[in-house]
Nanobody, 123 residues
């Protein structure tokens, strides 16, 4: 059973950058499609970015140009680089993986989820 653990969240100022990490254990995610989602208080979970096993990437329109998803299969890790943070980026960020290698925006198609890492943005 694959387990995903996110890290890298914290309290940052508006305009700052942050890099989130998602480390997998219990299995190899090299062939998995991986993604990041986020959920702000009182809002539904929202797709952020996804990456296929072939490094094809997919982004939500709201984050294009500021967020970059990447992966290091040798480290069994997926990353999310976030630049120019603003208040709308404040949320719990979740890492997700699916055995099928293609990326998708649909949360229901992911097989594994992490517990999330909190990102808080101050003005």
């Amino acid at each position: 059973q694959v387990q995903l653990v996110e890290s890298g969240g914290g309290l940052v100022q508006s305009g700052d950058s942050l890099k989130l990490s998602c480390v997998a254990s219990g299995g190899t995610i090299g062939t998995y499609g991986m993604a990041w989602f986020r959920q702000a208080p009182r809002k539904e979970r929202q797709f952020v970015a996804a990456i296929s096993r072939d490094i094809v990437t997919l982004y939500a329109d709201s984050v294009k140009g500021r967020f970059t998803i990447s992966r290091d299969n040798a480290k069994n890790t997926v990353y999310l680089q976030i630049n120019s943070l603003n208040s709308e980026d404040a949320a719990v960020y979740y890492c997700a993986g699916r055995r099928a290698g293609l990326p998708t925006k649909s949360a229901s198609l992911y097989d594994y989820w992490g517990q999330g890492t909190q990102v808080t943005v101050s003005a």
